[in-house]
């Protein structure tokens, strides 16, 4: 019943999640380029194997308990939510998860994979809103800085209301030897709301703005490249209609 319940709490969230990117992207995306489906989809399934692949990177924090790593696998998400919008950048969230398990499987009992994806998409979601509603370099910015807050706050809440009693649940640890793995790098470490609080909370943080910095960086340079494509792939396409 344990592993049931998990399993239509990730099936849930990701309908949830795919139904409030596609809202979102009717009513905010000012942007939206008509094309093709086999280009939505190609440019979708690039960023996310390349996303899945990033993720096998992991990078320890000395503030944090060792299953808490830093990775870059939202880097090309984000590039992708900017580039194709809300749906797209949930999309490529979820891909990139499943090619991560395909290639190294799981070792937090799916909880931090599931973790991965809707604390993930907490971030893409809100910065693709803003950025579409007047895209630029401005609301690139204020996008990620308002991702990265949105992550923040609901992937520390997540972490203590769900997922780390899930995962003591379902990885058979007590959540006395998690609090334990927190207090050995943290001496103020001592519940779980202090977990979250000198671990989880840094954690999000720093990631959101690394992720941030980067993607800022390199979406400037592969742009071009993009929207060079762009009007290939819809002169194509008129032709095709034609």
Known sequence: MENLGFVLACVATVVLLFGA?????KIWMKDKKPFSSTHYIAYTAMFACLAGV???????????????KIDLGE????????????????????VKVLVKLVLKG????F???FANFAVGCSFVLPASVVYHARPGKKTALAGMGVGTAVMTVFGSAFNAVYLLPKFAALYGMPM?????????VNASIHSVWTLVLFAVVPFNLLK?????????LLYKRISPLLHR???????RRAQRGA
């Open 21 to 25: 990117a596609s809202l979102f992207e």
């Open 54 to 68: 990033l993720m096998l990177i992991e990078i320890p924090l000395f503030f944090a308990p060792p299953f808490y």
């Open 75 to 94: 880097m090309p998400v984000l590039i992708c939510t900017f580039y194709l919008g809300p749906v797209a950048g949930v999309a490529a969230e979820l």
């Open 106 to 109: 799981t070792s937090t009992a």
């Open 111 to 113: 909880v931090g994979d």
């Open 176 to 184: 006395e030897a998690i609090i334990g793995m927190g207090t050995k």
């Open 208 to 216: 959101g703005v690394v992720v941030s910095a980067l993607t800022f």
């Open 229 to 235: 494509g762009d009007a290939l792939a819809l002169k």
